[in-house]
């Protein structure tokens, strides 16, 4: 096997050289980072290597790709996240951190999946997508809680679509929702 070609399932070598270019030896082409933002959504798996010392230097590429699409417009992290995580460098749970960040991004991508899939098979027989639905419920029973009106501006659409069943569930919500903002007016006397 020559030095270029890998394995199956070995990630894809992507040399980093001291002109800031990107070269991609898998496929023996210079790349950019938004190259490598794509082949991450696709789950494709690489290693960033300097050139010149052969050190690993995916993490901190990784990091410039977060940093450019944030600073591009498409902000996900909240600034509140962004001063807790970097609140946690040199704390004591600094070591648990990166294995609780993989576990909550797996259990994020796991649940993920399983709403896709329940939304694909259809609302009728998936406990996923019958939870979702309640949630959206109360959601809409939250929503005239708080914002009295909303319901007559959406009672046509949403009154022609909705099972006996489902009225009787909402109504309990939009009580328990008025005895909680009940509560909250006393606690706030």
Do not use: C, W
């Amino acid at each position: 096997m020559t030095r270029n070609q890998r394995n199956p399932g070995d990630p894809v070598i992507i040399k980093k050289y001291a002109n800031r270019r990107l070269y991609n030896t898998g496929t023996s082409s210079y790349i950019t980072l938004e190259d490598l933002a794509k082949m991450t959504r696709e789950d494709v798996q690489f290693q960033v290597v300097d050139a010149k010392t052969g050190d690993d230097i995916t993490h901190s590429i990784l990091t410039q790709i977060i940093m450019d699409e944030e600073s591009g417009g498409a902000q996900m992290l909240p600034v509140s996240f962004l001063r807790d995580l970097i609140s946690m460098y040199g704390n004591s749970m600094q070591a648990m951190m990166p294995s609780y960040l993989e576990a909550s991004m797996a259990n994020f991508r796991k649940n993920q999946t399983e709403l896709r899939e329940a939304f694909r098979e259809g609302m009728g027989n998936n406990p996923l997508a019958k939870i979702a639905e309640t949630n959206m419920a109360m959601m809409r029973a939250a929503t005239e809680a708080f914002i009295p009106g909303t319901r007559k501006a959406e009672a046509p659409q949403a009154d022609s679509r909705r099972e006996p069943h489902k009225d009787g569930e909402i109504d309990a919500l939009r009580e328990q929702m008025a005895a909680m903002q009940k509560k909250l007016d006393e606690l706030g006397k």
